[in-house]
């Protein structure tokens, strides 16, 4: 089956830095890429997703990179700010499964 | 949270005691799913469900059962509970993945000690 590795665990940054967190993925077939965001005491909620026929995707202040070669992916906070702080997870599905396969998490914290 | 709801919230039980933590869904999302989060394992699937009656295992199935008898109620089960399934349980839904329309929706969790 997929295996998803996320790095780093926890990210600390200043208010107005970027942050980007890297996952890697085994499955060749996968074909769906999704970031999710926690914030505390809720349930992860969709942020941005990219399939495997696009190398990037943005929506203002976040966006994925893909490279299928490399077999990893990674989200890209820019300008980040304190509303930004909550675990993050990335996941892949391959077109032969159903359901996703997620990583360990980025717990994000922006410092004012 | 997309309307769902997961029932409770909260439980505290003993061990061997038998569990049930519910989910209901107002979408009408033919797939659901139960997810166990712990610190340094993520998200990780017990079961889900592909339809009315149609359910299959995930990575972490072991000691955990289910049950879907209509479109809008999933049932976690845990048959005797143990003190490594304490743990925050998620359900989500979602479209069928042929769809291309994959996005999870999360419930709000329930968070499960078991002493």
């Known amino acids: 089956g997929e295996n998803v590795e996320q790095h780093p665990s926890t990210l600390s940054v200043q208010e107005g830095d970027s942050a980007v967190i890297k996952c890697t993925y085994s499955?060749?077939?996968?074909?769906?890429f999704p970031w999710y965001k926690q914030e505390l005491g809720k349930g992860p909620q969709l942020i941005i997703d990219?399939?495997?026929?696009?190398g990037e995707k943005k929506d203002q202040r976040i966006a994925v990179t893909l490279n299928k070669t490399a077999k990893h992916f990674s989200l890209h906070i820019t300008e980040t700010q304190p509303e930004d702080s909550a675990v993050y997870f990335c996941a892949a599905k391959s077109s032969g499964y159903s359901t996703l396969t997620f990583g360990k998490g980025t717990m994000l914290l922006v410092s004012p | 949270d997309a309307g769902i709801t997961q029932s409770p919230r909260h439980k505290v039980t003993e061990t061997g005691t038998p569990v049930t933590l519910r989910c209901h869904q107002t979408e009408n999302h033919r797939y659901m799913y139960w997810y166990r989060q712990d610190p340094g394992h993520g998200l990780r699937l017990i079961h889900y469900?592909?339809?009315?009656?149609?359910?299959d295992k995930g990575e972490v199935s072991d000691g955990y059962s289910v049950s879907r008898s209509k479109t809008e109620d999933f049932l976690l089960t845990l048959e005797s509970a143990t003190s490594s399934q304490t743990s925050v349980y998620f359900c989500a839904i979602s479209d069928p993945p042929e769809t291309t329309n994959e996005k999870l929706f999360f419930g709000s969790g329930t968070q499960l000690s078991v002493l």
């Open positions: 499955d060749s077939a996968s074909n769906y």
């Open positions: 990219i399939r495997s026929n696009v």
């Open positions: 469900s592909y339809g009315v009656k149609d359910t």
